[in-house]
């Protein structure tokens, strides 16, 4: 079975600044990645993917995020963030080649401050 | 404009008091699946559907039931709400079964069980 970590429930972060929001995933065998964001009162999105390939994936609204195997991590980065961006965001992991069983995350509260 | 509804979006009941959450979506997509999204827990899966009359059990289907009678609609239904089902409700869709399909959400029902 997959598992996910999210190790920060909260990250406050000055509007500008870069912001990196970390996760780590366990797993036995290949998997798929991914970050999903929710704004207040509305449902997931999703961000970005890793399924294969480029362990640098870019995703909407100017985030990436970089697969590292041998750290077991898949942490979403953007250089400089908005008011806008403040949201949860989740990351999570499936299984690679399997059907749509994703397991998520706690997620992350990221506060933008003005 | 393609989208997963939700109604009710808000819902205050009673112990023991059976509702429907209806889910609607318009992109003709197979796949459709029910999460519950809990303070700390993250969302955790209830139940799939993978197409028509094709249902199967999520990681906490205890206390739910679903029907798939038609592609476009995925209801859930608790027939005896408790308390502890007082939570953020979630209903998606994606075009197949695969893991590499996106998911897309709809804008949650908030539940309340006194």
């Known amino acids: 079975a997959q598992s996910v970590t999210q190790l920060d429930s909260q990250v406050p972060v000055f509007e500008e600044a870069p912001v990196e929001l970390r996760c780590n995933y366990s797993s036995s065998v290949s998997v798929y990645l991914f970050w999903y964001v929710q704004y207040p009162n509305q449902g997931l999105q999703l961000l970005l993917k890793?399924?294969?390939?480029?362990?640098l994936v870019k995703g909407i609204n100017g985030f990436e995020a970089e697969f590292n195997k041998s750290q077991t991590s898949f942490h979403l980065r953007k250089p400089s963030v908005h008011i806008s961006d403040t949201a949860e965001y989740f990351c999570?992991?499936?299984?690679?080649?399997?059907?749509?069983?994703?397991?998520f995350g706690i997620g992350t509260k990221l506060q933008v401050i003005p | 404009e393609a989208q997963v509804t939700q109604n009710p979006r808000y819902l205050i009941t009673v112990t023991g008091k059976k509702l429907t959450v209806t889910c609607s979506q318009n992109?003709?997509?197979?796949?459709m699946s029910w999460y519950r999204q809990d303070p700390g827990l993250g969302l955790r899966q209830i139940y799939y559907s993978m197409n028509v009359e094709v249902t199967d059990k999520g990681d906490v289907p205890e206390g739910y039931k679903v029907s798939r009678k038609e592609k476009r609609n995925f209801p859930l239904i608790l027939e005896s709400p408790s308390p502890n089902q007082t939570s953020l409700y979630f209903c998606?869709?994606?075009?197949?079964?695969?893991?590499?399909?996106?998911?897309?959400f709809g804008p949650g029902t908030r539940l309340t069980v006194l």
């Open positions: 998606a869709s994606s075009l197949g079964g695969s893991n590499t399909d996106t998911q897309y």
């Open positions: 992109m003709n997509h197979e796949y």
């Open positions: 999570a992991v499936s299984k690679a080649g399997g059907y749509q069983k994703v397991t």
């Open positions: 890793y399924l294969s390939g480029s362990t």
